[in-house]
C-alpha cells in the first residue's frame, strides 16, 4: 500500500465519489474551496493507494504562519472499513506529517450534540479511535453554523490560547468572504 498526495483530479473525484457520502452536508465545503486552496498551497490531500485502488483519504488545510494542519476530512473507503487500515494510515500521516508541521489539529463532533443515541454512539466511537491513535482532547470547542465540534490535536502540547487562534485562522482561510456571515464560535 501506498501513501501519496493527491492531484487535483483525485480530489474532484474522491469529493464527488466519496464525500458526499461520507460527510453530512452540512460539513462539505464547496469542492471549489478546496481546489483554490490547493492551488494557493494552502490545502492538500493524502490517499492511500493498493494498486490503482484507494483505500483511504484525508484532506488537510495548512496553517497561514506554515506550522500547523487541520485534519479537514478523514475517512475509509466504505468498502475496506472494519480492517483496521483507518488507525494505520492516520499513524502514518502523523509520522510523515508531523516532521515538517508542529500540530495536526481536528475537529470530533461532540456527542452532548447528537441527534440520538445511535449518533451519540458513533460519535464517541470516533473520539476513542482518534485518542487510541495518539489525538489529545483539548478544552477546545467549536460551533461551525449548525455543526459542534470538540477539538483534538496530534504532536506538541499546546496551550488552549493558541488552539483557538489556530482555529479561528483556519476558519478565516477556508471560509474567506463569508467568514463573517457565518456563526462561528470558539470557546474554551
Given at each position: 500500500?501506498?501513501?501519496?498526495t493527491l492531484i487535483e483530479s483525485e480530489i474532484t473525484?474522491?469529493?464527488n465519489t466519496?464525500?458526499?457520502?461520507?460527510?453530512p452536508a452540512t460539513e462539505l465545503k464547496p469542492l471549489s474551496t478546496l481546489l483554490r486552496e490547493q492551488k494557493l498551497g494552502h490545502y492538500f490531500g493524502c490517499g492511500l493507494f493498493e494498486a490503482d485502488t484507494?483505500?483511504?483519504y484525508a484532506m488537510f488545510a495548512v496553517s497561514p504562519c506554515g506550522k500547523y494542519l487541520i485534519l479537514d476530512y478523514y475517512a475509509v473507503v466504505k468498502a475496506f472499513r472494519g480492517q483496521k487500515i483507518g488507525s494505520r494510515v492516520l499513524q502514518t500521516m502523523q509520522a510523515e506529517l508531523l516532521k515538517t508541521y508542529q500540530n495536526i489539529l481536528g475537529e470530533v463532533e461532540d456527542p452532548d450534540y447528537s441527534l440520538d443515541d445511535a449518533d451519540r454512539s458513533i460519535r464517541t466511537r470516533r473520539i476513542?479511535?482518534?485518542e487510541r491513535n495518539n489525538a489529545i482532547m483539548s478544552d477546545v470547542k467549536a460551533k461551525v453554523d449548525t455543526?459542534?465540534?470538540l477539538i483534538i490535536y496530534f504532536g506538541d502540547k499546546m496551550e488552549?490560547?493558541?488552539?483557538k487562534e489556530q482555529l479561528w485562522q483556519f476558519y478565516k482561510m477556508l471560509f474567506?468572504?463569508?467568514?463573517n456571515q457565518k456563526d462561528i464560535q470558539i470557546t474554551a
Open positions: 500500500m501506498e501513501l501519496k473525484m474522491i469529493y466519496h464525500m458526499q457520502t461520507d460527510f484507494l483505500k483511504a476513542g479511535f482518534y455543526d459542534r465540534y488552549t490560547k493558541e488552539i474567506g468572504d463569508t467568514f
